[in-house]
């Protein structure tokens, strides 16, 4: 089975504080992605990658920045957290090439910015 | 650009009832169509996907028909339980690299 791995379930820091949130996948899949999820507001892409060192924003990339430096990890970075930043954050990870494009999701890590 | 819209819910229902959670999608061309369930306190899991009009997807008792004229994918049960409780959320893509579009999601509540 396809494995995504968040490295923290839960998160509490304080504003201005540098946060990173940690993926990994273990099926070789080239493509990964980091979803924003709130209440009333669905899933919301903030960046996603095709490649290692490869990036690119999504919908709502204002805040954050991302590293890829090896093909199983995807890292999210909070260069300065804000209370607006409270949210559940889903990774997620799919294979090139393969025309259902179905995505794999990590169970979340829940940050809050106090 | 690609859209997807669902009933937000909550939708409360008793054991045993039918369900439908109605999704419409907008897209160009061809998308593929998904379920995803999130139980309380995981991460998203797929319930079903088509890849083409006119496929039903099915999983678990649900059932969704990809219906191109109608730019529909509802989601169907005929007898739900309590463990079905969960938010559902529509999704598409087009393939390729990009990730998926997801409607805001239906939280579905099955009361014994």
């Known amino acids: 089975d396809v494995k995504v791995t968040q490295s923290s379930r839960y998160l509490v820091k304080r504003t201005g504080e540098k946060v990173f949130l940690e993926c990994v996948q273990d099926m070789d899949h080239e493509n990964m992605f980091w979803y924003r999820q709130d209440p009333g507001l669905g899933l919301r892409l903030i960046y996603f990658?095709?490649?290692?060192?490869?990036?690119e924003k999504g919908d709502i990339p204002e805040g954050y920045s991302v590293s890829r430096e090896k093909k199983e990890r995807f890292s999210l970075i909070l260069e300065s957290a804000s209370t607006n930043q409270t949210s559940m954050y889903l990774c997620a990870s799919k294979t090139s090439g393969v025309y259902t494009g179905e995505l794999f999701f990590g169970e979340g890590s829940r940050l809050t910015v106090l | 650009g690609d859209s997807v819209t669902q009933m937000e819910g909550p939708v409360t229902l008793s054991e045993e009832a039918f369900l439908t959670i109605n999704c419409t999608y907008t897209?160009?061309?061809?998308?593929?169509l998904f379920w995803y369930v999130q139980y309380p306190g995981e991460g998203l899991q797929l319930l079903l996907k088509?890849?083409?009009?006119?496929d039903k997807g099915s999983n678990k008792g649900f059932e969704a028909t990809y219906r191109k004229e109608t730019t529909s994918f509802h989601l169907e049960k005929g007898s739900v339980q309590v463990s079905d409780s969960a938010v559902y959320f529509c999704?598409?893509?087009?393939?390729?690299?990009?990730?998926?579009?997801f409607g805001k999601g239906t939280h579905l509540i099955i009361q014994p």
């Open positions: 088509a890849t083409k009009a006119d």
């Open positions: 999704a598409l893509t087009r393939g390729g690299a990009d990730g998926l579009t």
């Open positions: 990658s095709y490649d290692v060192k490869m990036k």
């Open positions: 897209a160009t061309g061809y998308p593929s």
